[in-house]
């Protein structure tokens, strides 16, 4: 029992060595990468930065994006071979332009669209004022015509 405990935990220590990253001596580079990881969007995730997930496709992105680095590539050229090889999605804030336009502008028009219906239901329902007079003249009508119908009812013949 003993040497299937020792055996398993050598296992776990060994595929835990096996995944943590491997250490990098240039501290620049890693600064660089990690700069670069925060502008480029986890293909998997869609919300969060290729720095901050933990999918796999994100971690196959991330050494992709080192060996690039690696081999003496500037981040705009990283970006222009990840934005041609996955399109302007894996850019974490999309450039605008044409095609982009309903994304960036979009807030904007349901903003402006929702206000615009807002003042066309306050407008049909007319002034608070006229509506409030019109309301009290029915109410002293609904009375008198109940105290009338009371009268009626309770008077002897």
Known sequence: MRALVAALTMLVITLAIAQAPAPSSDAALD??????????????????TLADSD?????????EVRALAVAGKSDAE????????????VLYNPPVKTVTWLLWFGPLLLLVAG???WLIVVRRRGGGAADAA???DAA???????????????EEP
């Open 31 to 48: 600064a660089r990468l990690k700069k670069l990881e925060m502008e480029l969007r986890c293909l998997v995730c869609q919300n969060q």
């Open 55 to 63: 999918a796999s496709l994100a971690g196959d992105l991330r050494r």
């Open 78 to 89: 990283i970006k222009d071979y990840l934005v041609a090889r996955y399109g302007d999605f």
């Open 115 to 117: 206000g615009g219906i």
């Open 134 to 136: 019109a309301a009290s």
């Open 140 to 154: 002293a009508t609904r009375d008198e015509t109940i105290a009338k119908a009371r009268q009626m009812l309770y």
